[in-house]
Antibody
């Protein structure tokens, strides 16, 4: 069974870049049929889809964040990463990585989530 | 963006009750809808996909229905472990969007 695990700094200063990595185990990130996705959730609020990456390297982003987001993959390490630039306090949230099934839909595997606080 | 509206935003029910949550989309999403359960401090867990298909390993007391713009999620015979927040999510069009959540408590 595939497992995902987020890692990265829990505190980022305003205007800096938030960088997180999702490590995938129990399956290859290069296998087809899945999008590798980032989702966030501010405390006490709902879920926001940030963007996704396919194994070909193609990406899609939420237009509300598109100018600030990059998602990349390191297949040798079975990891994918999120960079969010020019952060403000409104980017404070729990960030989840997740696996999205291309054919049938649904995020069927999630990391446990990591809290990132934007503060000076 | 497609907006997803859930109702109610919270509800309280007794063990053994049948619980129903509604989810409305601002445009036709066919059956491209999933339902998730999220317990405090945990990641969401996929329960239903394609509006009505039960994810493997999910108890059969959970079910979903609907198509187009109106959807329903049902728990038959509520159990204490079902206390959680439930979210719907559309995957018909990017950006994928979620409902605001329904917090379910036990009376």
């Amino acid at each position: 069974q595939v497992q995902l695990q987020e890692s990265g700094p829990g505190l980022v200063k305003p205007s800096q870049t938030l960088s997180l990595t999702c490590s995938v185990s129990g399956g290859s990130i290069s296998s087809g049929g899945y999008y590798w996705t980032w989702i966030r959730q501010p405390a006490g609020k709902g879920l926001e889809w940030i963007g996704r990456l396919y194994t070909t390297g193609s990406t899609d982003f939420n237009p509300s964040l598109k100018s600030r987001v990059t998602i990349s993959v390191d297949t040798s390490k079975n990891q994918f990463s999120l960079n969010l630039s020019s952060v403000t306090a409104t980017d404070t949230a729990v960030y989840f990585c997740a696996r999205d099934r291309w054919e049938t839909g649904g995020f069927d595997s999630w990391g446990q989530g990591t809290l990132v606080t934007v503060s000076s | 963006d497609i907006q997803m509206t859930q109702s109610p935003s919270s509800l309280s029910a007794s063990v053994g009750d049948r619980v129903t949550i509604a989810c409305q989309a601002t445009q036709d999403i066919r059956t491209y809808l999933s339902w998730y359960q999220q317990k405090p401090g945990k990641a969401p867990n996929l329960l239903i996909y394609d509006a009505s298909k039960l994810e493997a390993g999910v108890p059969s007391r959970f079910s979903g229905s609907g198509s187009g713009t109106g959807f329903t999620f049902t728990i038959n015979s509520l159990q204490p472990e079902d206390v959680a927040t439930y979210f719907c999510q559309q995957y018909d069009d990017l950006p994928y969007t979620f409902g605001q959540g329904t917090k379910l408590e036990i009376k």
